[in-house]
C-alpha cells in the first residue's frame, strides 16, 4: 500500500475543490442600506398618539407589567421585560405556554399584559387572551399587521409600521423584531425619565457590574486601614523602614505623626532614587529628610473612581492616594492595584 498524504495536506486538497460561499462587499453594504430604510420606515410612520397612550399606561400601573411573545417576537418581550425591571419597574416575562398550564396564576386584576406579535394572529397568544381577561389584566397587542385578530381582542393595539423584511423572501423577522426592539427600549427610557430615576438608583440595580461600582463604591469601600498600613515617623532610618516598605503591598511608606497627622509619603521609586543619588550615605538618612510633604490625597467619602481619575491625573500619575479625614488624620490608602481588583 502506497503512503497517505499528511492529514493537514488531504484536508487542504479537500477544501481547494469545494467553491467555498463569497461575500460581495457591495451586496452586503447594499443590505444595510435596505435594513436603514426599512428601519426609516417605522420610526416616519409611527403613530405617536399610540406610543404615547401605551407609554402612560405602563407608567400608571400599580400592579406588575407582564410581556409574552412567541418565537423571536418572545425573545425581544423578555428583553424588554428585563430592561425595565432593570430599571426599577415592576415587569416580568409570562410565557404564553406556560401561562395556558397553570402560570397565569400570577395574573391579577392591576396588571397589564403587553402582547408582541407581529403577524397578531398567533395560535398561542389568541389562545392566551381570553384567560388573561377573566383575570382582569389590561391587555395590548403591539403588532405590525393590519386587521389582525390580537388588535380586535386587546383592550389597546400598537401599531408598528412594517415597510417589509430585510429577508429576500420577506419571512425572516428580522426587521420586524429590530422594530420592536427599538419601540420597546425607547418606551422604557421614557419611563425611566417620567420616573425621575437616578444615576444611583440605576446603579443599585448593578451592583455587581461596572456601571453600579462606578456610582456605588466610594474610596472607604475599597482602601486598606489600621494593620494593613505601612507606616512610619518622619525621624526612622530609611533603612530601617525597607520592611514595612516592602511588605504591606502598597509599594510607599505613609509618614506621620503622634496624632496620625499624614506629613508625607516615600515610595519604592524614592528609594531607588535616593540610592543613586546619596549611595551609602542613604544609611545615615531618615524618611522625613526624602519623603513627599505635598501628596496627593483624598477623603473617605470621595468615589472609587474619582480616586482612580485623581491617580491618572497630571502632573505625574500615582500608585496610591493617602485616604485623610477631615482633620488630616491618616485612616487609610487606596491603590491603582485594589480599585482595579474591585472591578473599576
Keep these: 500500500m502506497g503512503s497517505l498524504p499528511p492529514f493537514s495536506d488531504a484536508v487542504s486538497s479537500s477544501l481547494s475543490k469545494q467553491s467555498l460561499p463569497l461575500i460581495d462587499e457591495a451586496a452586503l453594504l447594499n443590505l444595510f442600506k435596505s435594513q436603514q430604510n426599512h428601519i426609516n420606515f417605522f420610526f416616519n410612520n409611527i403613530d405617536h398618539s399610540q406610543t404615547l397612550a401605551f407609554t402612560r399606561t405602563l407608567l400608571n400601573s400599580s400592579g406588575t407589567i407582564f410581556f ?5 417576537s418572545g425573545f425581544v418581550a423578555h428583553k424588554i421585560s428585563q430592561t425595565l425591571v432593570s430599571l426599577g419597574i415592576t415587569s416580568a416575562f409570562l410565557s404564553p405556554v406556560d401561562a395556558l398550564h397553570g402560570d397565569i396564576g400570577i395574573l391579577s386584576d392591576h396588571d397589564v399584559l403587553v402582547l408582541f406579535s407581529k403577524s397578531g394572529n398567533t395560535e398561542e397568544l389568541v389562545r392566551l387572551v381570553p384567560c388573561a381577561r377573566s383575570k382582569g389584566a389590561y391587555l395590548i397587542s403591539v403588532t405590525s399587521v393590519e386587521g389582525n385578530v390580537l388588535a380586535g381582542m386587546c383592550d389597546m393595539n400598537v401599531h408598528l409600521p412594517l415597510e417589509r423584511e430585510l429577508c429576500p423572501f420577506n419571512l425572516a423577522p428580522v426587521t420586524s423584531t429590530a422594530i420592536q426592539m427599538v419601540f420597546g427600549d425607547t418606551v422604557a427610557i421614557a419611563l425611566m425619565q417620567a420616573r425621575n430615576l437616578s444615576k444611583e438608583d440605576y446603579a443599585s440595580n448593578h451592583p455587581a457590574g461596572r456601571i453600579g461600582k462606578h456610582l456605588i463604591f466610594k474610596v472607604k469601600d475599597v482602601m486598606k486601614k489600621q494593620d494593613e498600613l505601612p507606616v512610619c515617623r518622619e525621624a526612622d532610618l530609611i533603612m530601617d523602614q525597607l520592611v514595612e516598605l516592602t511588605s504591606k503591598g502598597c509599594g510607599c511608606l505613609l509618614v506621620v505623626d ?6 508625607g509619603t516615600f515610595t519604592d521609586g524614592d528609594l531607588r532614587r535616593t540610592l543613586k543619588a546619596s549611595g551609602e550615605g542613604i544609611f545615615k538618612l531618615t524618611v522625613g529628610e526624602m519623603c513627599n510633604r505635598k501628596p496627593k490625597i483624598i477623603g473617605p467619602d ?4 474619582e480616586a482612580m481619575k485623581k491617580m491618572e491625573a497630571p502632573p505625574s500619575a500615582v500608585q496610591f492616594l493617602p485616604v485623610i479625614s ?3 488624620v491618616l485612616i487609610g490608602i487606596v491603590t491603582l492595584h485594589g480599585l482595579v481588583s474591585a472591578g473599576l
Design 258 to 263: 503622634e496624632q496620625l497627622h499624614l506629613i
Design 68 to 72: 409574552t411573545g412567541v418565537g423571536k
Design 302 to 305: 470621595a468615589m472609587a473612581v
Design 326 to 328: 477631615d482633620e488630616n
